[in-house]
């Protein structure tokens, strides 16, 4: 009997320093103030305004229903913050994260304390709900521009979905204390965010964009070449073709999804395909560009190739 209570104290202790070790591990990051010493001394805890439920625009929520993302019609009913109560979420929820911080320093490494971990937990969850109610207040701010930048090229659902990091970034990175609507800040982030996908895509299309006679040369004399085609999706099919020995089966299945190839019709978005293989949509974005990547290099080198053995 002593031995397997022995047994179950030591398997308590060990519980209790893996979760010392990993609350050590936080970067607790937070915007300082110079008030949070003396709120902190007289243990001042940020009350919760009682907001009142504003409905969401029917604009927005036009928009959203003719874009089908119903998911974030719940956000876009969540009520505008004034200026008062924005100032208020952005200084609990840095508050809340300093108290964490100081907690977190008094931990010893060797002796686990229950009671502050505790503490040091909830304090961040407390400060992930403020975060959470300001990131909700503001996703309007994402859907309206995604709207006035999506085009063929650049659909709706990227566009949200790039705008929903940037707007929870920005909610990391705003300083309040500076007097500022949490709205400017966070329009520009995002705009920002949509000007680099735009970018990203405009780089891989060049990658890809070649002459007639350089397409010619690259396709297998067996292969049709369909004159009425466009160089890069011509060149793509040719790519994915030939180069499929450089691409796991994922990539191609995200290659030929995203670009429409080997007869999968319309171009799909990064939604479509996450529903397709299961996969939440930042991990297809990962792995198409892992892909294009691969893509790229052979194609640089293959092209290097046929122009040595022309010269030759």
């Not at 508050?95 to 503490?119: C, G, H, I, V």
Request: charged share 30%; hydrophobic share 40%; with cysteine.
């Amino acid at each position: 009997m002593k031995l397997a209570a022995s047994s179950t104290n030591g398997s308590e202790i060990s519980k209790s320093q893996l979760r010392l070790e990993r609350i050590l591990k936080l970067e607790i990051e937070f915007i300082e103030s110079d008030e949070f010493e003396s709120m902190l001394a007289a243990q001042t805890r940020p009350g919760v305004f009682e907001i009142v439920p504003l409905s969401a625009s029917p604009k927005v929520q036009e928009e959203v229903e003719a874009e089908n993302l119903p998911c974030l019609a719940p956000a876009l009913g969540e009520p505008l913050l004034s200026f008062a109560e924005e100032q208020h979420e952005f200084r609990r929820m840095n508050f809340l994260k300093f108290q964490a911080a100081r907690l977190q320093l008094s931990l010893d490494a060797a002796r686990p304390d229950e009671e502050t971990m505790n503490q040091i937990e909830r304090l961040l969850s407390q400060a992930k709900d403020a975060r959470d109610h300001i990131i909700r207040s503001n996703m309007r701010l994402v859907v309206s521009n995604a709207g006035k930048y999506c085009t063929s090229s650049y659909g709706f659902e990227d566009l949200v979905s790039d705008g929903s990091l940037s707007l929870m970034e920005a909610v990391e990175k705003f300083n309040y204390q500076l007097g500022f609507r949490f709205s400017t800040y966070a329009t520009h982030a995002i705009r920002r965010s949509f000007f680099r996908r735009i970018e990203r895509k405009q780089k891989d299309r060049k990658r890809f964009a070649v002459t007639d006679p350089e397409i010619m040369m690259t396709a297998p004399d067996h292969q049709e070449v369909d004159y009425d085609a466009p160089a890069e999706a011509r060149l793509m099919d040719h790519m994915v073709e030939v180069m499929s020995d450089h691409l796991t089966e994922r990539e191609r299945q995200i290659i030929e999804g995203r670009f429409g190839l080997n007869g999968r019709g319309e171009p799909k978005t990064l939604m479509q395909l996450s529903s397709e293989l299961g996969i939440c949509k930042e991990r297809v974005r990962q792995v198409e560009g892992t892909a294009l990547k691969k893509l790229h290099a052979v194609a640089v080198e293959y092209s290097r190739k046929q122009l040595a053995s022309v010269k030759a």
